[in-house]
């Protein structure tokens, strides 16, 4: 006789949490009656919630303390906002001081998000990028275990985190990818996706598919007690090499595939299988037919008489002055064509991540090397075979990198010179200790371009616009970036599109000085909220972080 099965899928995100952790433990941090909620909504016309779409509650998983986190679907199809992304992100910082001091703290967190909120932009790319950065320092002390039961799924930037994930378990129902289908429908057409196809979605991106291409670690039904079982076996059994470290494996297996016919979602599973007979292949130089795009002038200008390595040539990567330099520039014979036009794509994410591990492993126990990141990516790659295979696991592995070197001790700067947008930014730029960007109305950062954050949003680009100057995060200009405290020099007086010598020069004394910096401050993304500008307008990202503190 069947017993019937205690659905997680079913349960709001309270009652999720509620089930998962043992019998009695359940405690609410930042409850709905402490009344915190998005201040950027109501003044768009959106009624926010109390808990602002996200529960963390401190309890215990298998007699230990833990902090399980759950983000609900229901309320913006889980967008992370400013208020939401702190909770997440204070949780597991908090989580982090516990560990350090020697009290092990469990963390979990329940994926049901389709990403940044789009009606606050920038407050929830930012929250993104300092939830991976606690996910990666917290992964150094205890597993942190991901849990995407089903309905909206993981998706966008919380999709990246999910890959820097010690392990993650999901149901046949669950869906993973970068982007969403109907995103990647309006950005690259229905030739390429066609959202309302479901079974060809969820045979791309649908949990069974997932722990067969190895992107996922546990594959189980909705059921509550399994799902639980399966949480306290992580625990109890331990973790192997997170998946955003294995960067060699990934590289040669995506340098293995060809996609010059579409592959189906069975033969991708046959080319994963097979893969571990490939040996490391050698890296030559796909061709050297660059497009010059304004970040590849100003990575050849300030990488001038450095010698360049020429393995793949939409990234590209030079040491000078002691210095390593990283840029993704357009690439017209790119394997992955979604990904031609400089845009971060699955090789560019592993392929960064190669060249930031590269000095990471060569400094250990000696000064460690400055990374510089010049910015200038219009968004990353929107594609059929791109969330096949996992571009959310590809730029997983980039921000890993690039976090895992801030804090080993290596000074990353950012330089942004044009377009900073949405999982491109993320995957390289947003896990800097500095970020420096040029004073030019060609220097963009957001989340998503205006005609789809339009039809997402369901407004015209004129109500998009409009909203704007309600909340500044929306605005796609680096001007209003900057009132949010996170870009540390807004420089003024340069040529952005054809620097002279002096303007390098200008440049390079700008690096230099934000490396000395870094020098001597710590290697956590704390000093964001400490600014001016982030005191002021991140206000809830430090009030709740305050809160959660007194609460904890």
Excluded at 160 to 183: C, D, F, M
Excluded at 367 to 390: M, N, T
Aim: charged share 25%; with cysteine; net charge negative.
């Amino acid at each position: 006789m069947n017993m019937l099965k205690d659905s997680l899928v079913e349960k709001y995100a309270r009652d999720r949490v509620r089930a998962l952790l043992d019998e009695g433990t359940f405690k609410e941090l930042i409850n709905p009656f402490d009344g915190v909620e998005s201040p950027h909504l109501r003044d768009q016309g959106i009624v926010p919630q109390s808990d602002d779409g996200v529960v963390v509650a401190k309890g215990k998983i298998d007699g230990v303390q833990a902090v399980m986190i759950a983000i609900e679907g229901n309320f913006q199809g889980g967008g992370i906002g400013e208020v939401s992304g702190a909770k997440i992100a204070g949780a597991l910082e908090l989580a982090l001081e516990e560990n350090k001091k020697g009290h092990m703290t469990r963390a979990a967190l329940i994926f049901d998000t389709g990403g940044v909120r789009l009606q606050e932009a920038n407050y929830g790319l930012l929250s993104i990028s300092e939830i991976g950065s606690a996910i990666v320092a917290l992964r150094q002390y205890v597993p942190v275990v991901g849990v995407v039961p089903g309905k909206v799924g993981s998706f966008g930037g919380m999709s990246i985190n999910s890959g820097l994930l010690s392990s993650i378990i999901a149901t046949k129902e669950g869906r993973i990818g970068l982007n969403g289908p109907e995103v990647v429908e309006l950005e690259a057409g229905i030739e390429e996706v066609d959202s309302k196809d479901r079974q060809g979605i969820w045979g791309m991106i649908g949990g069974e598919q997932r722990l067969a291409m190895g992107l996922i670690d546990h594959l189980v039904d909705d059921d509550v007690d399994q799902i639980k079982e399966c949480i306290h076996g992580v625990y109890k059994n331990g973790v192997g090499q997170p998946r955003s470290t294995q960067v060699e494996r990934y590289l040669s297996f995506l340098q293995s595939v060809s996609v010059e016919e579409k592959v189906s979602p069975i033969q991708a599973r046959k080319l994963w299988e097979n893969s571990s007979n490939i040996e490391d292949l050698s890296e030559s130089s796909v061709g050297s037919n660059q497009l010059l795009t304004r970040g590849a002038r100003w990575f050849k200008q300030l990488t001038e008489g450095a010698e360049e390595k020429n393995e793949l040539s939409s990234v590209l990567c030079a040491d000078k002055g002691g210095i390593r330099y990283l840029c993704v520039t357009a690439n017209p014979q790119a394997s992955f064509y979604r990904a031609k036009d400089g845009e971060v794509g699955l090789v560019e994410g592993w392929k960064l991540a190669k060249y930031i591990r590269e000095v990471i492993e060569a400094d250990n126990g000696r000064e460690k090397r400055p990374i510089v990141a010049i910015v200038d990516v219009p968004s990353q790659a929107y594609g059929y075979h791109e969330e096949l295979f996992g571009i959310h696991q590809a730029l997983a592995a980039s921000v890993d990198a690039y976090a895992t070197a801030r804090q080993a001790g290596h000074p990353v700067i950012s330089l942004v010179v044009g377009k900073a947008i949405s999982g491109a930014f993320l995957a390289h730029g947003l896990q800097s200790n500095r970020i420096l960007a040029l004073d030019d109305d060609a220097v963009n950062v957001h989340v998503m371009s205006k005609q789809s954050a339009a039809k997402i949003t369901r407004r015209t680009i004129q109500e998009l616009e409009e909203a704007t100057g309600k909340v500044p995060a929306m605005a796609y200009d680096v001007r209003s970036f900057s009132t949010l405290g996170t870009l540390d020099d807004l420089i003024e007086g340069v040529n952005g599109e054809a620097p002279t010598f002096e303007d390098v020069q200008f440049i390079h004394s700008k690096i230099s000085n934000a490396i000395n910096e870094v020098r001597y401050s710590t290697p956590d993304l704390s000093h964001r909220l400490k600014s001016d500008f982030g005191t002021k307008n991140r206000a809830f990202s430090v009030k709740v972080r305050e809160l959660l503190r007194e609460q904890w």
